[in-house]
């Protein structure tokens, strides 16, 4: 089953701060980030562990929440280059069969 | 290094047709899938593999086959095409921790 990421769609000043959720319904092993530039493959940002980490990659950091099956992602100070469409992928059983991807959040940054 | 490489990019095909979409890789990669994006439901996994000679079902696997005889190549088969395979195909290797590395995509348009 697909996690629910929120919201959809962001529109942002550059400069201004988001946060992007995603949820699911069943217990994580492990959240992964991606972003996806208009006509681009998906690109990896980063990934979580069970355990309640949080991780941080330039301006853009991410927290899993194990017990509420919940990940977020912040971007900080927003640049141009932030924009895109943001996926989160779960993984449940730690083996080799692939990601559940959510249907994504569309982020535009205005200058 | 060119990472994961998806052939062909654009194909258009009528209704019955088949045709074979190739994906290789030059990491040494063990594991590979293959995903179909289509607007506002994310990517969906439609077949993985996860050694050479092995392949197994995904969330969406109904229309399309796949085999993997070589590890550097996992080929996704459409044995009669129907409009509702139209979509983007994203191929994508990992090594192991499920951090995938996606191909360019291959866009299909069945009329």
């Known amino acids: 089953q697909q996690p629910v990421q929120s919201p959809q769609a962001v529109i942002l000043r550059e400069g201004e701060d988001a946060v992007i959720n995603c949820s699911s319904s069943?217990?994580?092993?492990?959240v992964h980030w991606y972003r996806q530039k208009h006509g681009e493959a998906p690109v990896f940002l980063m990934i979580?562990?069970?355990?309640?980490e949080q991780k941080g990659h330039d301006k853009i950091s991410a927290s899993f929440n194990e017990k509420k099956q919940q990940s977020s992602l912040y971007l900080t100070a927003s640049q141009l280059s932030y924009s895109g469409t943001y996926f989160c992928?779960?993984?449940?059983?730690?083996?080799?069969?692939?990601?559940?991807f959510g249907k994504g959040t569309h982020l535009i940054i205005q200058p | 290094n060119a990472g994961v490489t998806q052939t062909p990019k654009f194909r258009v095909l009528k209704t019955g047709q088949s045709m074979t979409l190739l994906c290789a890789q030059d990491?040494?990669?063990?594991?590979m899938y293959w995903y179909r994006q289509d607007p506002g439901m994310g990517l969906r996994l439609i077949h993985y593999s996860v050694g050479e000679g092995t392949t197994a079902k995904g969330e969406v696997p109904d229309g399309y086959n796949v085999s993997r005889l070589k590890k550097q190549n996992f080929l996704l088969g459409l044995e009669s095409a129907a409009p509702s395979q139209t979509s983007v195909y994203f191929c994508?290797?990992?090594?192991?921790?499920?951090?995938?590395?996606f191909g360019a995509g291959s866009r299909l348009t069945v009329l």
């Open positions: 994508a290797s990992s090594y192991s921790t499920l951090v995938l590395t």
């Open positions: 992928g779960t993984e449940i059983g730690g083996g080799a069969d692939g990601l559940t």
């Open positions: 979580l562990l069970k355990g309640g």
């Open positions: 990491m040494n990669h063990e594991y």
């Open positions: 069943k217990a994580l092993y492990s």
